[in-house]
């Protein structure tokens, strides 16, 4: 039964326009939430994060919400550059004790020049 | 400077041999994990630790599986009598703190059993 859903395998968006991809979790003890950005051959890397105490974190292009009551956070991207094209994990911390994250599935987006 | 490093890179072992897996943290961060990534899913927690105690073994899939962090810095995963169903990514991470932050991750060890 998996806690956090990426429902989308795959995106594909034109380079310059937006990308939104998106996230569902059961868990309502889930208290911090973080996007990861994977290339081939390569661990994850930490791209943006979100306190369950906030709905909305901005770090340049990047930009994620977070909506508590549906359970439901997404990751903008504007305008998508063809360097964003990689596969996008979304996670999830429990908070207080424990320290392991858990993921979703992932969403691959291409960015198309 | 340096990030989170693992190797080897790629390990190819027989069905029944051990494996052996390092991981060297960033320095200072005081959590390690270590995760499996299996093809087409993303990480699973396998087990935890702050500084040298592992606190959280809970993802271990068998008793084949074997962590450890003696000095609290590097780390070790260790499965014995590899099966085909171990073959998979093997990513670590360290972060600064336990919990609500960012966990940076090596760039995985791909064993693959034959």
């Known amino acids: 039964d998996q806690q956090v859903k990426q429902n989308s395998p795959s995106l594909s968006v034109q380079e310059g326009r937006i990308s939104i991809l998106n996230c569902d979790y059961t868990?309502?003890?889930?208290?911090?939430f973080l996007w990861y950005k994977k290339y081939p051959a390569e661990g994850p890397t930490f791209l943006i994060s979100?306190?369950?105490?906030?709905d909305k974190n901005e770090d340049g292009r990047f930009t994620v919400f977070l909506n508590k009551s549906a359970k439901h956070l997404s990751l903008h991207i504007v305008p998508s550059q063809p360097g964003d094209s990689a596969v996008y994990f979304c996670?999830?911390?429990?908070?207080?004790?424990?320290?392991?994250?858990?993921f979703g599935k992932g969403t691959k987006l291409s960015v198309k020049p | 400077g340096a990030g989170v490093s693992q190797s080897p890179r790629y390990k190819v072992a027989k069905r029944g041999q051990d494996v052996a897996l390092r991981c060297d943290p960033i320095?200072?961060?005081?959590?390690l994990f270590w995760y499996q990534q299996a093809l087409g899913q993303g990480p699973e927690f396998l087990t935890y630790?702050?500084?040298?105690?592992?606190?959280?073994k809970s993802g271990l899939p068998s008793d084949r599986f074997f962590a450890e962090r003696p000095e609290g810095s590097v780390s070790t995963l260790k499965i014995q009598r590899t099966q085909q169903e171990d073959s998979a990514v093997y990513l670590c991470?360290?972060?600064?703190?336990?919990?609500?932050?960012?966990?940076?991750f090596g760039p995985g060890t791909r064993l693959t059993v034959t």
């Open positions: 979100i306190s369950s105490i906030k």
């Open positions: 991470a360290s972060s600064l703190v336990e919990t609500n932050s960012e966990q940076y």
């Open positions: 868990n309502s003890m889930f208290d911090y």
């Open positions: 320095s200072g961060h005081v959590s």
């Open positions: 996670a999830a911390d429990y908070g207080g004790s424990q320290g392991n994250l858990i």
């Open positions: 630790f702050q500084n040298e105690a592992q606190l959280d």
